[in-house]
Structures are given as structure tokens and as C-alpha cells.
RNA sequence: GCCGAAGUGGCGGAACUGGCAGACGCGCCGGACUCAAAAUCCGGUGGGGCUCACCCCCCGUGUGGGUUCGAUUCCCACCUUCGGCACCA
């Protein structure tokens, strides 16, 4: 027998799957006729091509590959394709590092993990194959804005956005983590600039109210997106400046309180405030704490701890409600971005307003009473001893009409009532704000937009697209892409009025490239359109995507985003992008979480090297459950390859010592070949539920070792008769086949020396119901719920049968001697517990 | 502070709907094979106790309570770790 080297055998089998074009997958001749039902679009998050890929990458595509084989095998027309999100920093500042051209270093970083990918043998229909660099692909990206610049969708204005300072550009409020760019952790500064955005809040409720779509998905997932999104129902209340005949909006979530306003806040940068303090004597000192509130970095006055701090404006507001004139303040804990930039102050029921108020001496007036979690009760007149805020719920008081009733729908009839007067109305405000995807960075889609002198903005028309991305000397980020420099570009004419105009030279978030790139890989060679919907519509949704939580708000709802635009547009007739989502956990090495940083990663390539792909693969779902973060072990991968070489001499053997004709299934004669042929049927229903349901392929492949186990104990005897070498063909081919999934070039190999031709055209298998049942079992017998005795019963005993049984078991009685039996608890299949006392 | 997930042998982890805790693997110990080693094959391996004859007993799934004939699993409180959000009115 020769030895298992992976290296030979993996090589070859890639080879002939490339050969025979396993994995390729033709569309339908009519989408519109085919069967949805027996498609499965299987998908992995796609890589950003850096240097290679890496263990998390390695667990995402063979995660992946299980599902696409198993469905595969399971009759399916499986759909799996990859590609590279190929646009992005990091290959721009190596770029700038190296010498060399974002696009030169993005093609071999490609062709090395495309190499890669192929060494793991994923099973991939490499012909849609897709790279979002390429102007054949980004042209339709482009094409997408500008038929969101069409809907109103996309569009451009002066806002205060954050800013990297080390990147050199603006970030989407997605990429800011705890006040740091989340690419490099530099600390995110404030700066006002003209910007493109994507109005995705438009779309916050649809994408709030179709997570009932998305059923399959992790409840942590939708949670974040849920968190993220942030609905508040309240009211928007206008308040009045009398002397001014303005009328300043607010949003409040706590319309019941209204009657507890003792003043009033505008965030620093409102752009009322100048028309406020102009001609007031408070307005230097305004101008001057609305100057130091602009110089803070966002990190810094994000912190929640921080004292407030504000400046009287020498102006007051009238409070709808009671007619009272309430002082308006600049504070810098209001916030430009959420509701109108403007608020109310109700320092009884709002900690915040509350430390301004005593900070400032003002009222502070109850005016819901209620209990707190400790058990004290505020009342109405508690407002200049309480020591904090009262946010709970209770009854009206100090609020004229509304006294004596119920908060919550006291809240609603001030709502109802303010707007009867046309002073306010009920309101949703959300957290969410829209996408920024303008980027002063080389390596992205250009944004396609053109200002002319006499005609404005103008977008360049559809068949002139795509809007190539010029080739720069010199990529170092100054504050505006590098592409501004290069006058060839820029300087172009208006396709309206034909006069000279300049181009945008922003170019687009990579967010918006991968946001589509799983319709584009269903039609990718279209030059027509981005995509055929007929052919689109066939194979999405995708019914499996897989990929890591860090993508569960960024990437997920901005793809989520793009395909309700696109069922909008009518190009789909789908709403969410991904029926299934599975997030995987990641992979922990010396106690930290592997990455480049940390200097802790393990390269995959040396593991392929030295054991295989084979069990790399089947180590790495080995570990642990997918979706928990693991813990990497050096010693562990060889107990994968010592399985493999267990498998190999196994099946070796039953190849040299039985005959094809060999093989039968049914054992009659009963003993060890029937027991191992019922513990292989019992090991096909696990692995099958395993894989096919529960996704938890670490304890699949543990009942398939211990299958092989049993089948070492009983090998040796069992050759030793027609029936015995039967069972053993039966298990041997059997094993194979479950373990192709995980390691697919050894179990084609084998599958091969078995006989046969192409394993991967061959269908799983199937558990015999006849076997899967025994014909006894070991009955466990309790006294007061404590182990005694294991007996060994018939499978059909009835319940008088299992506790004569089980009062019959000496080592029980032992315990229920010289007592009382009160109660016996029968259940059949498990257990008999005798109660005494 | 709020929301979510997780705490099980020396280690990674099993236990599907409340029913034999520790499957499977790593490591370790012992045996077989060998001149020897490696590889391989077989056996053992939670802790403690015992008239350790492998028979048996007690304890044991982060901590403390509870429900139940019976709890790793359900409920309550707490501790620890990780992830998300964090002045969002």
C-alpha cells in the first residue's frame, strides 16, 4: 500500500475538476420557467485581496465549499462563484510604499489568492469569476449612482462629516468606531465639507420592517442593524422666538413632559444661532463657545462623562403648550445630526438636561410623579431636592389639563392637540444617517459627475460610461484624491451645453462595490447591462451567504440598501439580497484574536504544505462549532492528518482484500456485520442533519471518526467473511462519500481506487430507516434521580415491561430496600426512576 | 451605563426537544510491533474516597438560590470574559 501524500493527490484532482468543468454552472436557457426550487446560490463574503489569504479566510471558503458540495450532492444546482473586492486602501498606500501601480499590485495580489483558492480544491465556477477594479464592473457601478443621482438618492452637500486624518478623507459614519477610523484606529476629526451622499435613511423603515424576511438570520445580527438604525417615536414640537417671529422645531420621544421645559438648547452648529444672538449682548460669548465646540475633536465630545457646558443666548422660546417663555441656550451635548439640532430641555425627566439645569440654576419641575426602582416616590414639588433625573413612567402632574392621567397617553393627547393648533405633530426620528460614499482616495470608482460653469451638476450621461480612473505618478492623499492633479481628467466638457467643465475627481466608498457584486456574478460578462433580471431574478436571492460578524452592519445593510433601490428600479423582484446569513466566529491563537497586528497569525500556506489541503480543511471545521470564536491548537491540525491517514489505510485495505461484486448492503446474518452496518446508517442520518441542518459540521465529523473507530475494532474479523467484506465495501464507500465535503481530494482518490469514476457526480447517501433503529437498548434505572444501573432491554418493551425490569435490578434495589416507594417515573427509550423515601 | 453572546477535564470541544455529563480530537500514561526509534495498532485517562478484586460510594458543568421524580439544559440574582452601541433628546 503506498503512503497518503496529499501533495500528489491534491494537485490532480484539481486539476481534472478543472478539466471536466465540475463546478460550472450554465444559467437556465428560460429563467423564467426553471424551477427556483432546485437552484442554491451559495456564497462567501468576497476577499479583499491583500497579500493572501488568511486562516479566517481559510474557515469562511471552506465553510462555503461544504454547503455547495453537500448541496451539490444532494441533487441541487448549485450556484457558487467569487470574486475580489479589489478596490480600497491598502493596496493604494502599499502603492505609495512600494512604487509600484495600485492596479499591477491588486492583479497579482488576485492571482495569488485565486491560487490559493484553487490549492484549497473550492469547488467555484470560476467563468464569473469577478474582480470590482475592473472598468467592466465598475462602470455599472457607476451606472447604479447615477440612477440613484436620478431618484433624488444620491446628492451632495456641506456637512459636518468625519475626517481621517492619517487616510486623508472623509468616512461614513459606519466606519467611525468609538470615535476612530476603523481602518488605521487615527482619531476621527470634525470638518464642514461638501460631500456625496446615499439617502439611505430613506429607506430606514423598509429596512427595519423586512427583517420579518429575514427569519434565517442571526438574532445578533439583526439586533445591531436594529441598534443601529435606531427608531424613536415621539413628536416634533415647534417652539417660538417672539421677538425674532422664528419658529424652531424640536423632536421629542417625551411629548408627556412638554409641560416640564424650563429651557431650551440648540446644538453649536444650528444655523440659527447667528440670527439669535446678532445685536444681543451674549454674542461674543456665543460666537466664542461655538468656535471652542468646532475645535473639539468628535472623540472628545462624544464622552458621556464629560460636565455640561453651554452659553445663555439672550434669547427666549415660547413653550406651545403653557405659553411660557423658556431660556435658549448653545450647548454642545445637542447634537447637529439627530432630530432638528435642536431640543427642548425637561432637566425632571432627563439626566442630561438635568446636570445642565443645576449647572445653570435652573427649574427643575416635576411633572410626572411616579415610583422609582428603589422603591422612593417623586412627587410634584420634588424638583430642588431630587439628587437625579426621574425617567420612569407615571402620572401627569404640573401639566393643566393633563394632571391625574397617565403618561403615556397623556404624551399622545399633547401630541394630538398640538397638532390640531398646528404647533407639532407625532414624528419618527432615527439614528441612521445617510451614507457618505464620496472618498478623497485614489483606488476607487470615480464618481460620475461633471460641473459645469453655466449648467451646474451635471451626470455624465450612461453611454459614456465607465468614467476610467487615470493612471497618476504620485498616489500620497492631500486632502483630495490624486486624480484632481491629473488635468487630463479633470478638464473635460459639459455633455449638456458642450462648454468646458470639470470632472469630480472624489471617487466612490468601496462599500458601493461590494454592494452589488453578488446580481453581477449571475450575468458577469454582460457588456449590455449590469446585469439580465430574468437571469438575476432565477438564481437570487442568494439562499446561503457566509461571512464574518464584522460585516453585520456595514457591509449587510448597505447591500440590503442597494437591492431595495434596485426592486425600486424594477430590476429585481426580490427585496433582501440574502435569505440565510451565517456568521462565523473568529479564530483565537495564544489568547488573542489571530491578526497581522497582533503578530500572531498562522499562515495557511505552510499547513497546505505540510499536511495538505485536505486537513486543513477538516481541522479547521474540526475545531469548534462555526459560529463561536475558536481557539487556534498546533498540535490539533495533525490529529486531522492522522485521521486522514486512518481513512486511507482503511479504505487502501478493503480495496486490496474485497471485490467490487463484493459489496452488498444487507448483513442477515446479524452480529458484528450488522452492528456496523447499523452504526453506519445511524452515521449517515447524523452527518446529514449535521451538515445539511444544523451546520455543525466539527460534531459531523466526529461521527464520521467514530465510525471509522468502530470499523478498526471490527475490520479484521469481518474480512474474514463474504458477509464481513460486504458490510466493509458498504462502509468504505459510504465514508467517502460523507467525508467529501470536508476533504475532497482524498475522498475522490479513494473513491476512485474504490472503483468508480467521479465522486462528485455521485449522490449522497442515504440512511436505511430498517437500521437506524436497534433492536435493544440500555435502559438507565434511577433511584431518586441518581445512576444505578444500565440494563439492556428490547426495543419494543412497553412501560410494565421497563419498570418490572427495572424493580428487578439488583445494584437499584440495593437502594430502595427498607423504603417506601412513592412514585416511578417511566420513560420509554430512556429511563425508569424509582422515587423513595 | 444599555443591548447581545459565552463560562463544562491539563487543552479544543460534545450532550439534537429537561433524562447515562465529558462524545470526538489534542496532550499524557501503559502495552503490542521493532535490535532501537519513528510511524502504526490496542488499552487507560474529571476529582476524591474505599475491605482501590476496574466492585462500590461521594463530589462535580462560573457563584448563590428556585422549579422538577430528574437541571450543563428552564427561572431569579450575582461574578467573569468577549462583541456591539454609547450625551441619539
Given at each position: 500500500m503506498d503512503k497518503y501524500s496529499p501533495k500528489d493527490i491534491e494537485a490532480r484532482w484539481q486539476g481534472i475538476w478543472a478539466e471536466k468543468k465540475a463546478f460550472e454552472v450554465p444559467d437556465p436557457d428560460d429563467p423564467a420557467s426553471a424551477d427556483p426550487s432546485r437552484k442554491s446560490y451559495v456564497l462567501e463574503m468576497l476577499p479583499y485581496p491583500s497579500g493572501s489569504l488568511h486562516m479566517g479566510h481559510v474557515k469562511n471558503y471552506t465553510m462555503g465549499d461544504v454547503i455547495a458540495r453537500f448541496r451539490s450532492r444532494n441533487g441541487l444546482s448549485v450556484f457558487h462563484p467569487m470574486g475580489y473586492d479589489a478596490f480600497g486602501l491598502p493596496a493604494e498606500n502599499a502603492a505609495i510604499k512600494t512604487g509600484l501601480k495600485p492596479a499591477e499590485l491588486t492583479r497579482r495580489n488576485t492571482e495569488n489568492i485565486e491560487k490559493q483558492l484553487r490549492a484549497l480544491g473550492v469547488s467555484i465556477d470560476w467563468t464569473r469569476e469577478l474582480a470590482t477594479c475592473d472598468p467592466e464592473y465598475y462602470r455599472w457601478t457607476q451606472y447604479f449612482f447615477l440612477r440613484f443621482y436620478e431618484r433624488g438618492l444620491a446628492y451632495r452637500r456641506q456637512a459636518a462629516v468625519n475626517w481621517c486624518p492619517s487616510c486623508q478623507t472623509v468616512l461614513a459614519n459606519e466606519q467611525v468606531v468609538q470615535g476612530a477610523c476603523e481602518r488605521c484606529s487615527s482619531e476621527v476629526e470634525n470638518r464642514s465639507l461638501a460631500q456625496w451622499f446615499f439617502r439611505i435613511t430613506a429607506y430606514a423603515e423598509r429596512l427595519l420592517e423586512d427583517f420579518r424576511l429575514l427569519d434565517q438570520w442571526p438574532e445578533r445580527v439583526i439586533t445591531m442593524q436594529r441598534n443601529w438604525i435606531g427608531r424613536s417615536?415621539?413628536?416634533?414640537?415647534?417652539?417660538r422666538v417672539d421677538e425674532?417671529?422664528?419658529d424652531i422645531p424640536v423632536f421629542t420621544t417625551r411629548p408627556d413632559t412638554l409641560f416640564g421645559a424650563t429651557f431650551f438648547l440648540l446644538a453649536p452648529e444650528h444655523e440659527l444661532v447667528e440670527q439669535l444672538i446678532e445685536g444681543t449682548d451674549?454674542?461674543?460669548?456665543?460666537?466664542?463657545?461655538?468656535?471652542?465646540?468646532?475645535?473639539?475633536?468628535?472623540?472628545?465630545r462624544a464622552a458621556v462623562d464629560r460636565e455640561k457646558t453651554g452659553e445663555f443666548t439672550g434669547r427666549y422660546a415660547v413653550n406651545p403648550v403653557n405659553g411660557e417663555r423658556i431660556p435658549i441656550y448653545v450647548s454642545d451635548y445637542v447634537l447637529m445630526e439627530y432630530g432638528t439640532g435642536a431640543i427642548m430641555a425637561v432637566p425632571a425627566h432627563d439626566q442630561r438636561d438635568f446636570e445642565f439645569a443645576r449647572r445653570f440654576g435652573i427649574e427643575v419641575r416635576v411633572v410626572v410623579s411616579g415610583e422609582r426602582e428603589d422603591g422612593t416616590v417623586v412627587r410634584a414639588g420634588d424638583g430642588d431636592t431630587m439628587a437625579e433625573a426621574f425617567e420612569a413612567e407615571g402620572t401627569m402632574v404640573n401639566s393643566g389639563e393633563f394632571d391625574g392621567r397617565d403618561n403615556r397617553e397623556a404624551g399622545a393627547a399633547i401630541t394630538a392637540s398640538l397638532e390640531a393648533k398646528g404647533l407639532g405633530k407625532a414624528d419618527v426620528s432615527y439614528r441612521l444617517r445617510d451614507w457618505l460614499v464620496s472618498r478623497q482616495r485614489y483606488w476607487g470608482a470615480p464618481i460620475p459627475i461633471i460641473y459645469c460653469d453655466k449648467c451646474g451638476t451635471v451626470p455624465v450621461p450612461e453611454?459614456?460610461?465607465?468614467?476610467?480612473?487615470?493612471?497618476?505618478?504620485?498616489?500620497?492623499?492631500r486632502g483630495q484624491s490624486p486624480i484632481a492633479s491629473n488635468e487630463e481628467f479633470v478638464n473635460t466638457d459639459c455633455p449638456h451645453c458642450g462648454g468646458p467643465a470639470r470632472r469630480e475627481t472624489d471617487t466612490m466608498d468601496t462599500f458601493v462595490d461590494s454592494s452589488w457584486y453578488f446580481l453581477r456574478y449571475t450575468d458577469p460578462h454582460n457588456d449590455e447591462q449590469?446585469?439580465?433580471?430574468?437571469?438575476?431574478?432565477?438564481?437570487?436571492?442568494?439562499?446561503?451567504?457566509?461571512?464574518?460578524?464584522?460585516?453585520?452592519?456595514?457591509?449587510?445593510?448597505?447591500?440590503?440598501?442597494?437591492?431595495?433601490?434596485?426592486y425600486d428600479l424594477g430590476m429585481v423582484d426580490f427585496q433582501e439580497p440574502f435569505t440565510n446569513l451565517f456568521t462565523q466566529g473568529m479564530i483565537h491563537y495564544r489568547g488573542a484574536k489571530m491578526s497581522k497586528s497582533k503578530g500572531n497569525v498562522v499562515n495557511p500556506d505552510e499547513h497546505v504544505e505540510r499536511y495538505g489541503a485536505d486537513t486543513l480543511r477538516l481541522y479547521i471545521l474540526f475545531m469548534g462549532p462555526p459560529e463561536l470564536d475558536v481557539e487556534w491548537q498546533d498540535q490539533g491540525i495533525e490529529g486531522g492528518f492522522r485521521f486522514l491517514g486512518r481513512v486511507w489505510r482503511l479504505v487502501n485495505e478493503v480495496v486490496e482484500k474485497t471485490e467490487p461484486r463484493e459489496y452488498i448492503e444487507y448483513a442477515n446474518g446479524g452480529g458484528k456485520p450488522l452492528e456496523l452496518l447499523r452504526k453506519t446508517h445511524q452515521t449517515i442520518d447524523r452527518v446529514t442533519v449535521d451538515v445539511g441542518e444544523r451546520f455543525r459540521f466539527n460534531t459531523a465529523i466526529s461521527a464520521i471518526m467514530e465510525l471509522v473507530n468502530d470499523v478498526y475494532l471490527a475490520k479484521d474479523e469481518l474480512f474474514q467473511s463474504t458477509e464481513g467484506r460486504g458490510v466493509l465495501r458498504f462502509v468504505a464507500e459510504t465514508t467517502v462519500k460523507m467525508l467529501d465535503p470536508f476533504a475532497p481530494h482524498i475522498s475522490s482518490e479513494l473513491w476512485e481506487r474504490l472503483g468508480h469514476e467521479w465522486l462528485w457526480r455521485e449522490p449522497w447517501p442515504e440512511a436505511d430507516e430498517e437500521y437506524l433503529e436497534e433492536e435493544t437498548y440500555e435502559l438507565v434505572v434511577q433511584v431518586n434521580g441518581k445512576l444505578r444501573d444500565r440494563i439492556k432491554v428490547p426495543a419494543d418493551a412497553d412501560k410494565q415491561a421497563l419498570l418490572e425490569a427495572a424493580r428487578a435490578s439488583g445494584k437499584a434495589a440495593r437502594h430502595t430496600e427498607g423504603k417506601q416507594l412513592v412514585k416511578e417515573i417511566v420513560v420509554p427509550g430512556k429511563l425508569v426512576n424509582l422515587v423513595v423515601k
Amino acid at each position: 500500500m503506498d503512503k497518503y501524500s496529499p501533495k500528489d493527490i491534491e494537485a490532480r484532482w484539481q486539476g481534472i475538476w478543472a478539466e471536466k468543468k465540475a463546478f460550472e454552472v450554465p444559467d437556465p436557457d428560460d429563467p423564467a420557467s426553471a424551477d427556483p426550487s432546485r437552484k442554491s446560490y451559495v456564497l462567501e463574503m468576497l476577499p479583499y485581496p491583500s497579500g493572501s489569504l488568511h486562516m479566517g479566510h481559510v474557515k469562511n471558503y471552506t465553510m462555503g465549499d461544504v454547503i455547495a458540495r453537500f448541496r451539490s450532492r444532494n441533487g441541487l444546482s448549485v450556484f457558487h462563484p467569487m470574486g475580489y473586492d479589489a478596490f480600497g486602501l491598502p493596496a493604494e498606500n502599499a502603492a505609495i510604499k512600494t512604487g509600484l501601480k495600485p492596479a499591477e499590485l491588486t492583479r497579482r495580489n488576485t492571482e495569488n489568492i485565486e491560487k490559493q483558492l484553487r490549492a484549497l480544491g473550492v469547488s467555484i465556477d470560476w467563468t464569473r469569476e469577478l474582480a470590482t477594479c475592473d472598468p467592466e464592473y465598475y462602470r455599472w457601478t457607476q451606472y447604479f449612482f447615477l440612477r440613484f443621482y436620478e431618484r433624488g438618492l444620491a446628492y451632495r452637500r456641506q456637512a459636518a462629516v468625519n475626517w481621517c486624518p492619517s487616510c486623508q478623507t472623509v468616512l461614513a459614519n459606519e466606519q467611525v468606531v468609538q470615535g476612530a477610523c476603523e481602518r488605521c484606529s487615527s482619531e476621527v476629526e470634525n470638518r464642514s465639507l461638501a460631500q456625496w451622499f446615499f439617502r439611505i435613511t430613506a429607506y430606514a423603515e423598509r429596512l427595519l420592517e423586512d427583517f420579518r424576511l429575514l427569519d434565517q438570520w442571526p438574532e445578533r445580527v439583526i439586533t445591531m442593524q436594529r441598534n443601529w438604525i435606531g427608531r424613536s417615536e415621539g413628536a416634533e414640537v415647534l417652539f417660538r422666538v417672539d421677538e425674532l417671529e422664528l419658529d424652531i422645531p424640536v423632536f421629542t420621544t417625551r411629548p408627556d413632559t412638554l409641560f416640564g421645559a424650563t429651557f431650551f438648547l440648540l446644538a453649536p452648529e444650528h444655523e440659527l444661532v447667528e440670527q439669535l444672538i446678532e445685536g444681543t449682548d451674549e454674542a461674543a460669548a456665543v460666537r466664542e463657545y461655538v468656535a471652542q465646540a468646532r475645535a473639539k475633536p468628535a472623540t472628545d465630545r462624544a464622552a458621556v462623562d464629560r460636565e455640561k457646558t453651554g452659553e445663555f443666548t439672550g434669547r427666549y422660546a415660547v413653550n406651545p403648550v403653557n405659553g411660557e417663555r423658556i431660556p435658549i441656550y448653545v450647548s454642545d451635548y445637542v447634537l447637529m445630526e439627530y432630530g432638528t439640532g435642536a431640543i427642548m430641555a425637561v432637566p425632571a425627566h432627563d439626566q442630561r438636561d438635568f446636570e445642565f439645569a443645576r449647572r445653570f440654576g435652573i427649574e427643575v419641575r416635576v411633572v410626572v410623579s411616579g415610583e422609582r426602582e428603589d422603591g422612593t416616590v417623586v412627587r410634584a414639588g420634588d424638583g430642588d431636592t431630587m439628587a437625579e433625573a426621574f425617567e420612569a413612567e407615571g402620572t401627569m402632574v404640573n401639566s393643566g389639563e393633563f394632571d391625574g392621567r397617565d403618561n403615556r397617553e397623556a404624551g399622545a393627547a399633547i401630541t394630538a392637540s398640538l397638532e390640531a393648533k398646528g404647533l407639532g405633530k407625532a414624528d419618527v426620528s432615527y439614528r441612521l444617517r445617510d451614507w457618505l460614499v464620496s472618498r478623497q482616495r485614489y483606488w476607487g470608482a470615480p464618481i460620475p459627475i461633471i460641473y459645469c460653469d453655466k449648467c451646474g451638476t451635471v451626470p455624465v450621461p450612461e453611454e459614456r460610461l465607465p468614467v476610467l480612473l487615470p493612471e497618476v505618478d504620485d498616489y500620497a492623499p492631500r486632502g483630495q484624491s490624486p486624480i484632481a492633479s491629473n488635468e487630463e481628467f479633470v478638464n473635460t466638457d459639459c455633455p449638456h451645453c458642450g462648454g468646458p467643465a470639470r470632472r469630480e475627481t472624489d471617487t466612490m466608498d468601496t462599500f458601493v462595490d461590494s454592494s452589488w457584486y453578488f446580481l453581477r456574478y449571475t450575468d458577469p460578462h454582460n457588456d449590455e447591462q449590469a446585469f439580465d433580471s430574468a437571469v438575476a431574478n432565477y438564481w437570487m436571492p442568494v439562499d446561503q451567504y457566509i461571512g464574518g460578524v464584522e460585516h453585520a452592519i456595514l457591509h449587510l445593510m448597505y447591500a440590503r440598501f442597494f437591492t431595495k433601490v434596485l426592486y425600486d428600479l424594477g430590476m429585481v423582484d426580490f427585496q433582501e439580497p440574502f435569505t440565510n446569513l451565517f456568521t462565523q466566529g473568529m479564530i483565537h491563537y495564544r489568547g488573542a484574536k489571530m491578526s497581522k497586528s497582533k503578530g500572531n497569525v498562522v499562515n495557511p500556506d505552510e499547513h497546505v504544505e505540510r499536511y495538505g489541503a485536505d486537513t486543513l480543511r477538516l481541522y479547521i471545521l474540526f475545531m469548534g462549532p462555526p459560529e463561536l470564536d475558536v481557539e487556534w491548537q498546533d498540535q490539533g491540525i495533525e490529529g486531522g492528518f492522522r485521521f486522514l491517514g486512518r481513512v486511507w489505510r482503511l479504505v487502501n485495505e478493503v480495496v486490496e482484500k474485497t471485490e467490487p461484486r463484493e459489496y452488498i448492503e444487507y448483513a442477515n446474518g446479524g452480529g458484528k456485520p450488522l452492528e456496523l452496518l447499523r452504526k453506519t446508517h445511524q452515521t449517515i442520518d447524523r452527518v446529514t442533519v449535521d451538515v445539511g441542518e444544523r451546520f455543525r459540521f466539527n460534531t459531523a465529523i466526529s461521527a464520521i471518526m467514530e465510525l471509522v473507530n468502530d470499523v478498526y475494532l471490527a475490520k479484521d474479523e469481518l474480512f474474514q467473511s463474504t458477509e464481513g467484506r460486504g458490510v466493509l465495501r458498504f462502509v468504505a464507500e459510504t465514508t467517502v462519500k460523507m467525508l467529501d465535503p470536508f476533504a475532497p481530494h482524498i475522498s475522490s482518490e479513494l473513491w476512485e481506487r474504490l472503483g468508480h469514476e467521479w465522486l462528485w457526480r455521485e449522490p449522497w447517501p442515504e440512511a436505511d430507516e430498517e437500521y437506524l433503529e436497534e433492536e435493544t437498548y440500555e435502559l438507565v434505572v434511577q433511584v431518586n434521580g441518581k445512576l444505578r444501573d444500565r440494563i439492556k432491554v428490547p426495543a419494543d418493551a412497553d412501560k410494565q415491561a421497563l419498570l418490572e425490569a427495572a424493580r428487578a435490578s439488583g445494584k437499584a434495589a440495593r437502594h430502595t430496600e427498607g423504603k417506601q416507594l412513592v412514585k416511578e417515573i417511566v420513560v420509554p427509550g430512556k429511563l425508569v426512576n424509582l422515587v423513595v423515601k
